[in-house]
């Protein structure tokens, strides 16, 4: 969503002050008597429906949805619903960094991470030198024993203290691909599935109202965060949406978004380094306030990065391979009044775009059906919209998949 200073709050803003100048200025005593509080309160009422459609203009959007749907012959069905009172810009709100940007960023994580395992490896290679050359120490020690018995005795116990390296190695070697998935062995599916969602496997948060605030961003991010949690330690969260919407901000210090719009990249960088919080510890508000959290978090990521080095949208099997090894996937997608009507079905509008990244708001995809040729989506607009705060997305449609980012979390 485009950065708009929201209507509501400024109406708000502007009628307290007005109230306030007229009771405490003698100098416009002759201003207050002619202008009383009951027309500023009707004028602030009208200035208040001016913000939201009309039923009128509802209805006339929802024909022109209708219309399109008949025209198309396409496979999803729209119904008249809360969020088609507010204008798109009022309820999404996603503002992809500039490709170059997302670019050098991605470039900059590949290059840290390729170092980092260089770095893993070369210590790695320096401990098999180190204990080979112990094995031969030791081999010549037993060698010049005498004593038969107690040379059997002493490779009985270099063979138990090898077995016990090798577990602890192998230990450390599962440990280690743990750090790079959330997806125990035990959970996941296969990559072969003609189908396979995380909803109906029952590892998924439940669908979260993100209000009239631009926060899609945040919501994302903590739908992403919750899921992914679960799937590897067993354990429901339920993330605050306000702390991401307060306090989080990039890796160079920007701040990650706000009820105008954001971009959850922003919030993986600052988990990187901080925790979540929990919404118990800063309820949703539903507008923005200001960053008290003082306590530290043990909520934090591993790693991040988008599905495509250049941040594009994954062809179906790049997306297929994400959702089986990290769970949930951040993305965003191009909402249009036919998005927001939708009811049930496969969304197909396939409506127009200037490129792949023209997208304007942040979703959580969760699985996919290849009899469908859809993705299963998470929205935030509550449980009330789509199919239980759900919608099928068909591949390719709207620019689904742009930004594509999965996030390893940490292990209890």
């Given amino acids: 969503m485009l950065r708009k200073t929201s209507s509501f ?11 306030l100048f007229l009771s405490s200025s003698p ?51 729209v119904e008249l619903n809360e969020m088609m009172k507010y204008q798109i810009s009022q309820i999404a709100g996603t503002k992809p960094p500039a490709e170059d940007e997302l670019k050098k960023k991605e470039e900059e994580r590949r290059k840290k991470e390729e170092l980092e395992r260089q770095q893993r490896e070369k210590k790695r290679q320096e401990e098999l030198r180190r204990q080979e050359e ?18 059997e005795e002493m490779r009985r116990q270099e063979e138990e203290r090898r077995k016990q390296e090798e577990k602890k190695r192998q230990d450390e070697m599962k440990k280690e691909e743990m ?12 990559i072969d599935l003609v189908a396979f969602n995380w909803r109906d496997s029952g590892l998924l948060s ?71 919080f929990l919404e118990s510890d800063m309820p949703y508000k539903g507008k923005e306030g200001f960053c008290a959290v003082q306590k530290k978090s043990n909520y934090k990521i591993i790693k991040w ?36 009507a939708y009811k049930s079905g496969i969304f197909d509008e396939h409506a127009k775009v200037s ?3 023209d997208v304007n708001h942040a979703i959580t995809i969760v699985g996919w059906d290849d009899n469908k040729k859809a993705y299963l989506v998470k929205n935030s607009w509550g449980p009330a919209w789509g199919e239980g705060g759900y919608i099928w997305v068909e591949y390719g449609c709207n620019n689904i998949g742009y930004g594509a980012a999965w996030v390893v979390v940490v292990s209890e």
């Fill in 206 to 276: 439940k669908v979260q109202y993100q209000g009239i605030c631009g926060s899609c961003w945040a919501f994302t991010s903590a739908a992403v965060y919750e899921a992914n949690y679960k799937m590897k330690n067993n354990k429901i969260l339920d993330i605050s949406e306000q702390f991401f919407l307060d306090c989080a901000k990039d890796k160079y210090g920007n701040d990650a978004g706000s009820c105008d719009g954001g971009w959850y990249g922003g919030v993986f960088d600052y988990l990187m380094q901080n925790g979540a």
């Fill in 179 to 190: 750090m790079d998935r959330n997806i125990p062995a035990e959970i996941t599916p296969s």
């Fill in 27 to 77: 100098e416009n005593l002759q201003l207050s008597a002619r202008t009383t509080k009951s027309e500023i309160l009707k004028r602030y009422k009208q200035d208040k429906e001016a913000v939201l459609r009309s039923p009128e203009e509802m209805k006339a959007m929802m024909k022109t949805v209708v219309d399109d749907i008949k025209k198309r012959n396409l496979k999803f069905t």
């Fill in 355 to 357: 490129g792949p990244n």
């Fill in 134 to 151: 112990q094995r031969k120490k030791r081999e010549e020690e037993i060698e010049r024993e005498q004593n038969q018995k107690k040379q």
């Fill in 9 to 19: 709050y400024s109406l708000i803003l502007t009628l307290s002050l007005l109230l």
């Fill in 305 to 340: 990065g988008y599905i495509r080095r250049d941040a594009g949208i994954p062809s179906v099997q790049e997306m297929k391979e994400a959702i089986v090894k990290y769970g949930a996937i951040a993305a965003t997608v191009k909402v249009t009044p036919a998005f927001q």
